[in-house]
C-alpha cells in the first residue's frame, strides 16, 4: 500500500501556506491586506509564502488600482485546489492510520 | 502520536479560516431582536393611521388613496430600517471588539454588496409601484425583496438567515394574495420574524 506519508504536499506542509490556500479554495478572491488582517502575519512573511505559492502555480495574482492605490488580488488555481484537496486527504488518511 | 495531532490541529485551523474568511460572524442576534421591535413599533404608529378603528387581524376592503398617507407610511418604514441599521452596525462592531477582529473587513464589504444589490432593487421597484399607484403590494414586495437579499447574502452569514429568507419570502408570497392583511403581514415578517430568530441566534452565538 501507498504510503500516505508521500501524498503530503511538500509545498503545503508549511503552515501559513496551508491557511492561505484554505481561504483561496473558500473564496472567489481574497486582496493583500484582507489576508494579512485575518491570518494575523507580517507583510513580509506573507509576501514571501504568497510567491512561492505563485512559482508552484497554486495561486494566481492580479494586480490592478483601487482608488490609485495599488491593489492585489490573489485567486486560487485548478493546480492549487487539486493540490489542497490531495493534502487533505493525505493528512486525514495519517491520522486514520495512527488511530488504528 | 504528536504528529498526528498536529495533523488534526492543522485540519481544524483550516475549517475554522475558511469559515471566518467567509462568514461575517460579527453579527449580533440581539440587533435582530430589537429591529424587531422597531418593526413591531412602527406597524403599531402604522395601525393607528391607516387602520384604526378596524381590529388588527381584520381585512382592509378599501385601498389607500390619499398621497399624505403613504408618504407617512413610507417615512416610518425608512425609519424603521435606518434605525435598524445602526443598531446592527453598533451592536456589529461591539461584538467585534469583542472577538479582536475589524468590523469592516473584506467579509462584511462582500456581505454589504450581496445584500444591497437585491434592496435597492427591491426598493427602486417599489417606489414605481407607488409612483403608479399600487399600494397594496407595496408591504408584499417589501417581504420578498428582503426575504431574497438574505438568501443572497447567506453565504456570508450564519445559517439561520438562509431560513429567515426563505420566511420572508414565503410570508411575501401570501401577503400578495391577501393586500388588505398588507399591515399584518409586514408586522410578522419585519417584527416576529426578527424577534424569533435574533433570539434564536442570540442564544445560539452571543453568550
Redesign the interface.
Known amino acids: 500500500m501507498k504510503n500516505p506519508f508521500d501524498s503530503l504536499d511538500k509545498i503545503l506542509e508549511h503552515r501559513l501556506r496551508l491557511q492561505i490556500v484554505s481561504v483561496l479554495v473558500a473564496n472567489d478572491s481574497y486582496d493583500f491586506n484582507a489576508l494579512k488582517e485575518l491570518l494575523e502575519t507580517t507583510d513580509g512573511n506573507l509576501a514571501t509564502h504568497l510567491k512561492a505559492l505563485e512559482r508552484e502555480k497554486y495561486i494566481s495574482i492580479n494586480k490592478s488600482f483601487v482608488e490609485r492605490k495599488p491593489n492585489t488580488r490573489y485567486k486560487i488555481t485548478e493546480r492549487g485546489r487539486t493540490a489542497f484537496k490531495k493534502h487533505l486527504e493525505a493528512m486525514e488518511e495519517l491520522i486514520k492510520q495512527q488511530k488504528r | ?1 504528536s ?2 495531532e498536529a ?2 490541529k ?2 481544524e ?2 475549517r475554522q ?6 462568514k461575517f460572524l460579527s453579527l449580533s442576534g440581539l440587533s435582530g431582536i430589537l429591529a424587531g421591535l422597531y418593526a413591531l413599533a412602527g406597524a403599531g404608529a402604522a395601525y393607528f393611521l391607516v387602520h384604526f378603528p378596524l381590529f388588527p387581524t381584520s381585512y382592509r376592503q378599501e385601498s389607500l388613496q390619499a398621497d399624505d398617507v403613504i408618504l407617512k407610511l413610507l417615512g416610518i418604514a425608512i425609519l424603521v430600517l435606518v434605525v435598524s441599521l445602526i443598531t446592527g452596525y453598533v451592536l456589529a462592531d461591539r461584538k467585534a471588539k469583542k472577538q479582536g477582529v ?1 468590523v469592516w ?2 467579509t462584511s464589504k462582500r456581505l454589504v454588496v450581496n445584500l444591497a444589490i437585491p434592496l435597492v432593487t427591491g426598493a427602486l421597484f417599489i417606489l414605481v409601484l407607488l409612483w403608479h399607484g399600487h399600494y397594496g403590494v407595496a408591504a408584499p414586495a417589501c417581504l420578498v425583496f428582503y426575504g431574497l437579499a438574505l438568501l443572497n447574502a447567506s453565504a456570508n452569514l450564519f445559517d439561520e438567515i438562509r431560513y429567515l429568507g426563505y420566511s420572508e419570502i414565503v410570508l411575501g408570497l401570501i401577503c400578495a394574495l391577501l393586500p388588505g392583511y398588507g399591515l399584518f403581514f409586514w408586522a410578522a415578517g419585519f417584527g416576529v420574524l426578527h424577534i424569533l430568530y435574533g433570539t434564536l441566534m442570540y442564544k445560539k452565538y452571543d453568550r
Request: proline share 0%; charged share 15%.
Open positions: 502520536m504528529q498526528n495533523y488534526q492543522d485540519i485551523s483550516i479560516l475558511m469559515e471566518r474568511s467567509v475589524q473587513n473584506a
